[in-house]
């Protein structure tokens, strides 16, 4: 978004987790566009260090955002830079694995629960004190439009996609009082390689051609298309602007409408 947006300020300090590439990067990327402090986590040093040489006004910690003593580093280092926080971006999310029920393995299920359920809750416990001690703000919890739908063959993925629609609904129930604000985005199919890897790995399950279940994917939306990263950044500014002061404990869907994702061919 290129225009700025009313109640976006260098007096807010944001956290993006995941920051470094992705969803992540185009949230942090705008939101540092709007002149606001922004400070990223992600997994991979390589990645952190590129986005810092890129984005020279940002800091960032390396941290495993499922491992509790990596969040709490997080939180030292963003205090140390800053001494506040006004905005929690809960994006980290990994797509776990592509498999029947049945054949999921149990490390496999656990992993992505991790880090796609329980790292949220590892940083919103860490972030309402200090989002309380700033007279308010605003915790956005990347979901998907998973968690509008069952989902075929990604059963933790889908689980901890709906886990966060439920916390989302009760942090808004807990911490509006506080002027707290909670919403979740709900992207659809994201280019890049990310979404790219999931289609080949549904493809090998089933044992047909990429393009095939290309289609079939794109075909889920009512305007077939994959959205792109930048959407989500943009309703995420949207969330934790002025403009969006009234809405709380809200899913939005930033998904081109999904219609189903049975993955029928």
């Known amino acids: 978004m290129d225009e700025k947006v009313q109640g976006l300020s260098s007096d ?7 920051g470094a590439g992705g969803i992540g990067r185009s949230i942090a990327r705008a939101f540092l566009h709007q002149g606001c402090r922004v400070h990223i986590c992600d997994v991979s040093d390589t990645a952190v260090a590129r986005f810092l040489a890129e984005n020279p006004n940002a800091t960032g910690t390396v941290a495993d955002v499922s491992a509790p003593v990596d969040v709490d580093r997080v939180f030292r280092e963003l205090t140390q830079h800053y001494g506040q926080m006004d905005v929690l971006i809960n994006n980290a999310g990994i797509a776990g694995p592509t498999a029947p029920v049945e054949n999921m393995e149990v490390d496999d299920w656990n992993k992505t629960v991790a880090v796609d359920l329980s790292a949220a809750f590892y940083f919103t416990r860490l972030a309402v004190p200090m989002l309380k001690a700033s007279g308010g703000g605003s915790i956005v919890n990347i979901s998907s439009s998973a968690a509008f739908f069952g989902f075929p063959l990604r059963s933790p993925y889908t689980a901890s996609k709906w886990g966060l629609i439920g916390l989302t609904k009760t942090w808004a129930m807990e911490l509006g009082a506080h002027k707290i604000r909670v919403n979740a985005i709900c992207p659809g199919s994201v280019k890049g390689q990310r979404i790219d890897q999931v289609i080949e790995r549904d493809a090998q399950t089933r044992g047909i051609p990429v393009e095939i279940v290309r289609k079939a994917w ?48």
């Open 12 to 18: 807010m300090v944001i956290l993006v987790t995941a």
């Open 218 to 265: 794109v075909k889920q939306t009512s305007l077939e298309i994959f959205v792109e990263a930048d959407d989500i950044a943009n309703m995420a500014l949207f969330l934790c602007s002025k403009l969006g002061a009234t809405i709380s404990g809200q899913a939005i869907g930033v998904d081109g409408h999904t219609e189903n994702l049975s993955n029928k061919l």
